[in-house]
């Protein structure tokens, strides 16, 4: 649990907007409350009788609810903006806090309209002045500067909190598939190459296990190891979910989509987000022997406020559909500070049909939310179109790359470098690795730092499948305003 939620909340009340309210609630309230936070959330499924409560007690002068999780849609509402007003004038509140607040600019990869009339809270607030805090994993330059112009925060008293969006316990790793006539035989080259390293991580968690262990009975099996397979459609989900824990190897897996009742979301929401989760709490019979390995195979539905600190790896079962989704999922890997992967299986045919799929979703939402969200003007749609065919730009040159640190690439298009030179007023180098290099920018913690490019530059080849003069042709037409993403 973040101490930005800890600490605001001790004194006073603490306003903290939510894009996924039903989602956060499930790890991060129960949290508040294990830590004695009385805290409060008000959404569109909370009971009448039980937000007239909430409600009284905020507006009692002497409110006990610290901290009130509410969703951005609701802070816009009249009766809500009255309330809080008035509690502003009792002179109990504290702080408010904007979660996810790369979705207030059309440039980031979860825009939602509601974000824009956030800018309330500074023109509203001023006497006295109350803190707004803004928090975000992945927001590119031109996102933060968004951020900081449409929520109206004074950029002279601005103070910056940053950690590199490429977390040095990760090793980051891209698998080139080598492109086959059949999709059947494709899927199938993926689904045995996971399970072979999944082998190798068994068995070596196995080994460190038996070494570490107290225990002298060396059948006494380890903690399951989680992880996460993030898929592009809800089918592709339930089918490797079905084929992973019918391998044989000791596997649980689970698919998690938008596709699935909302109780049996919920259900894996908190099984996830639970200290002791273990596979036979995701869908085990009680007594049964503890797996090898719990894996959720998910869409993008299984995103914003799903925590678990203990997730070894994550794996795109294809490229993922933006840059802010790669390392915003793959980030959900090692948050403990222990070792993890982030692995994408890539193929210029994956590229293709993502491409394809981002051209043809008119919705810039993805589809996760649909039309719960306030229309676009065209102009709207085509800088959001725009945006997000940039970001999947990004994707493929990181996936692409055989001669770069992947840290240092996610660095430089997440804006890393350019804010780590302002902050120690040093110009700070582009890192390439070399194969006589002897040192490595990330430690050898990705597959060209750890492998040399060399031998990355021969597993990318035998992925090759279009002749030069197709490949061309091909990009010419899918991307006629960004070749430069496109130069390999």
Not at 26 to 34: F, I, K, M, P, R
Not at 99 to 125: M, N, Q, V
Not at 221 to 230: F, T, W
Not at 237 to 263: K, M, N, Q, V
Request: charged share 25%.
């Amino acid at each position: 649990m973040s101490s930005c939620r800890l600490l605001p909340p001790l004194e006073k009340v603490f306003a903290f907007n939510c894009p996924l309210l039903l989602v956060m609630a499930v790890d991060q309230v129960a949290a508040l409350e294990a830590y004695g936070i009385p805290v409060a959330t008000i959404n569109g499924t909370t009971p009448l009788p039980e937000r007239k409560a909430i409600i009284e007690d905020l507006l009692s002068g002497h409110p006990k609810t610290r901290l009130l999780y509410v969703t951005p849609e609701f802070c816009c509402t009249e009766t809500f903006r009255r309330n809080l007003i008035r509690i502003h004038a009792q002179g109990e509140l504290n702080r408010v806090a904007i979660d996810e607040a790369h979705c207030i600019s059309e440039w980031g990869h979860d825009f939602r309209p509601a974000y824009k009339e956030l800018s309330w809270f500074r023109k509203t607030f001023t006497s006295p002045l109350v803190p707004i805090t803004a928090l975000t994993a992945t927001a590119t330059p031109k996102v933060r500067d968004d951020v900081v112009k449409l929520l109206g925060l004074d950029r002279t008293s601005i103070k910056w909190f940053h950690t590199p969006s490429a977390r040095p316990n990760i090793h980051y790793e891209v698998r080139y598939i080598e492109g086959i006539e059949e999709d059947d035989d494709e899927e199938e080259k993926r689904v045995q190459d996971l399970l072979q390293w999944l082998d190798f991580v068994r068995n070596r968690h196995h080994t460190r296990h038996n070494r570490d262990s107290c225990s002298t009975d060396t059948n006494v099996k380890p903690p399951p190891i989680s992880g996460i397979v993030y898929v592009p459609l809800r089918s592709v989900a339930d089918e490797l979910a079905r084929i992973l824990s019918c391998s044989g190897r000791d596997i649980h897996a689970i698919a998690y989509h938008a596709g699935l009742p909302a109780s049996e979301r919920k259900r894996i929401q908190n099984m996830w987000a639970s200290k002791d989760t273990t596979a036979d709490d995701m869908n085990q019979q009680n007594g049964a022997p503890r797996p090898a390995f719990s894996i959720v195979v998910a869409t993008n539905a299984f995103g914003m406020g799903i925590d678990n600190p203990h997730v070894r790896f994550v794996v795109h079962w294809t490229p993922p559909r933006s840059f802010e989704g790669l390392v915003q999922e793959s980030g959900r890997a090692g948050r403990d500070g222990r070792a993890a992967v982030s692995i994408i299986y890539y193929n210029r045919n994956e590229r293709d049909r993502v491409f394809e799929r981002l051209k043809k979703d008119e919705n810039p939402h993805g589809g996760r939310a649909g039309n719960r969200y306030a229309p676009q003007s065209a102009n709207s749609k085509a800088r959001s179109l725009q945006a997000r065919v940039e970001s999947f730009g990004k994707v493929i040159a990181f996936c692409e790359a055989t001669n770069r640190c992947r840290h240092q690439i996610i660095k430089e298009f997440s804006g890393d470098l350019e804010l780590e030179n302002i902050m120690s007023s040093q110009t700070t180098d582009q890192a390439s690795c070399s194969s006589s290099s002897s040192s490595s920018p990330c430690d050898f913690a990705c597959d060209v730092c750890k492998y040399g490019p060399e031998k990355i530059s021969r597993q990318k080849k035998d992925m090759l499948k279009f002749t030069a003069q197709l490949e061309a042709a091909v990009m010419a037409a899918m991307l006629p305003g960004y070749e430069s993403f496109w130069s390999f």
